[in-house]
């Protein structure tokens, strides 16, 4: 198996910059931890099934009468 030092590990982050640009590159890592991530947690039986569904924020009185002002001519 070939020895990679720290040599040849800049120059592939150099290659992938030049490759993916400095804008995609955090896309691409948060993508490829998240598939791992998922990768894992379903080998591991993990499901999310068990986690609570988010509950969606309740409007309150006071925003409602607030959008409707906003669209009350004056």
Known sequence: MPNVGPWEIILLLLLALLLFGAKRLPEIGRSMGKGM???????????????????????TDTTIAARERERDPV
């Open 37 to 59: 991530r998922e990768f894992k947690d379903s080998v591991s039986g993990k499901d999310s099934d068990d986690e609570p569904a988010e509950l969606p924020m309740q409007t």
